[in-house]
């Protein structure tokens, strides 16, 4: 009776069937770890490739707000300036009243500053029969306009005014008027100097010499000064 053999089988499918399930995992964790691999670094790209955060443009939005500023500045007239704005509008109430009414058609216009432009009021003064009235018109027409620009003109700080009045006398006697007086200050007010006797003037301001000196010295005189001495 022939036994079957009892040598045992050769054990290479068994060694190859376990080298397969040992190697079966190590791919499949090497696949795994592949992809983590491949993922991290994508996530890490997309972090890197992220645009930051944009920082607030400080630059800008001052300008922005400077800007709008501006405009709302704009829009309210005489803004910052409201004072000069009223003393240069009663101004012009005045003028044209004095057009209309006050009997001088050619009544200057004011200064940009709301001052009377003096040596234009002045030389319409000195015409034949055009001095009266011109302060407040003829008939006081335009006495109640005029109170209006007396009420409205910015104050004048008296000293500034008392020290540019002594500079311009000076240089009215250097330049030939050689009676022009000085102003004095009473009571911290400046008293406007020039001809010594107002009652009985013995100066000329239409003679060639008075009017080249009173030309060359109006700079001396503050803006709202001229025409005061």
Not at 102 to 107: E, L
Request: proline letters at 9%.
């Amino acid at each position: 009776m022939n036994f079957p053999s009892t040598r045992p089988l050769p054990r290479t499918g068994t060694r190859l069937r376990l080298v397969c399930l040992v190697a079966v995992p190590v791919l499949a964790l090497s696949a795994a770890c592949g992809a983590g691999d491949g993922g991290g670094t994508e996530k890490v790209d997309a972090i890197a490739d992220a645009p930051a955060a944009a920082e607030p443009n400080t630059e800008n939005t001052q300008n922005t707000q400077n800007t709008e500023n501006t405009a709302e500045s704009e829009k309210k007239p005489g803004a910052g300036s409201s004072g000069k704005s009223a003393f240069y509008d009663a101004q012009m109430t005045y003028v044209q009243c004095m057009r209309a009414k006050g009997g001088y058609p050619d009544f200057p216009d004011p200064k940009l500053s709301g001052h009377p432009d003096w040596s234009k009021i002045n030389e319409i003064g000195s015409r034949p029969g055009r001095n009266e009235g011109i302060k407040g018109g003829k008939n006081r027409a335009c006495v109640d306009e005029l109170t209006a620009v007396s009420a409205a003109t910015p104050t004048i700080d008296q000293q500034k005014a008392y020290e540019s009045m002594l500079a311009h006398a000076k240089c009215m006697r250097d330049n030939g008027v050689s009676r022009f007086i000085n102003p004095t200050m009473s009571g911290g007010n400046a008293i406007p100097g020039g001809d010594p006797s107002p009652a009985s003037p013995v100066l000329d301001p239409q003679s060639p010499a008075y009017k080249k000196a009173e030309k060359a010295c109006a700079p001396k005189l503050l803006d709202g000064l001229d025409g005061m001495q």
